[in-house]
């Protein structure tokens, strides 16, 4: 009979070299400051208008688009998605 491994095997053959991965990820972590993101957010011209439309029509619109949605009868135009997905750029 032989044996020819030493050492831990299976899931734990590499816990060692793990944890040392994560003790050196853990100080690099601590070491950088943290980036702050800056959030922002850019709204069409018809979410402007959603927005800053009045209370009440606005309800009324989302009630019918919540309906619809509900219906099964709400639909999206993926040619005009597309369109203006290239316009803004965010292709």
Do not use: C, K
């Amino acid at each position: 009979m032989g044996i020819d491994r030493t050492g831990p095997v299976g899931p734990f053959r590499f816990a060692g070299s793990q944890a040392e991965h994560a003790r050196q990820s853990y100080r690099r972590q601590q070491a950088e400051p943290a980036a702050t993101p800056e959030d922002s957010i850019n709204l069409s011209s018809a979410a402007r208008e959603v927005a800053n439309a009045d209370p009440a029509e606005r309800d009324e619109l989302v009630r019918r688009i919540r309906s619809q949605v509900q219906a099964g009868t709400y639909r999206v135009d993926p040619d005009v998605v597309a369109r203006q997905m290239v316009e803004r750029g965010e292709v």
